[in-house]
């Protein structure tokens, strides 16, 4: 069965870093388009970036653009989110959403449990 | 940026029909998606491509779209269909971006 497991949450100081992880199992990781969803607490459902199957394309929110960079490492079968320049405003739970199909158009048909990260001084 | 635009809040008794509307400049032109979002869990897909149900999705719900509004249909409500309702599309006209609506809370009475 289809397992997505986020990693690298916590509390960091705004300005700083972090890279969020999301490690696949259950499919062919390669042949699908991956996505970033976040929700700040109590607040709705948030599209962060996609990253097409092979990594040659990506996509991202206006609100992060710049900041965030998403990449993937087929070969460990692992989603990654370089977050950088971290506002206040980026905490929230993060989710990794698998593609239904390997470019960026698709629906999210299986989701991680996420992971938290709260930006504080 | 598009934007999806959804009623806050649905009540409904138990064995009724909930209707959850997603409003949307020619959304009919989209393909639209709806997830289902339980307290502290991830969400779930339960409508994608308009009307369309993943495996394990109960008949009961069934999706339409056309003109300005998407809708998502629960029928013979339960109480375990209390949830957090989003639909989702893909903006192609803006460097293909992901929206989400803002999101239904629906009651079970």
């Known amino acids: 069965q289809v397992q997505l497991v986020e990693s690298g949450g916590g509390v960091v100081q705004p300005g700083r870093s972090l890279r969020l992880s999301c490690t696949a199992s259950g499919f062919t990781f390669s042949n699908y388009g991956m996505n970033w969803v976040r929700q700040a607490p109590g607040k709705g459902l948030e599209w962060v970036a996609v990253i097409w199957y092979d990594g040659t394309n990506e996509n991202y929110d206006d609100s992060v653009k710049g900041r965030f960079t998403i990449s993937r490492d087929n070969s460990k079968n692992t989603l990654y989110l370089q977050m950088n320049s971290l506002r206040d405003d980026d905490t929230a739970v993060y989710f990794c959403?698998?593609?239904?199909?390997?470019?960026?158009?698709?629906?999210?048909?299986?989701w991680g449990q996420g992971t938290l990260l709260t930006v504080s001084s | 940026s598009y934007v999806l635009t959804q009623s806050p809040a649905v009540s409904v008794a138990p064995g009724k029909t909930a209707k959850i509307t997603c409003g949307g400049n020619n959304i009919g032109n989209k393909g639209v998606h709806w997830y289902q979002q339980k307290p502290g869990q991830a969400p779930v897909l339960v409508v994608y491509d308009d009307s369309d149900r993943p495996s394990g999705i109960p008949e009961r719900f069934s999706g339409s779209n056309s003109g300005n509004t998407a809708t998502l249909t629960i029928s013979r409500v339960e109480a375990g269909d209390e949830a957090d309702y989003y639909c989702q599309v893909w903006d192609s006209r803006s460097d293909h971006q992901g929206v989400f609506g803002t999101g239904t809370k629906v009651t079970v009475l």
């Open positions: 959403a698998k593609g239904s199909g390997g470019s960026g158009f698709s629906y999210f048909d299986h």
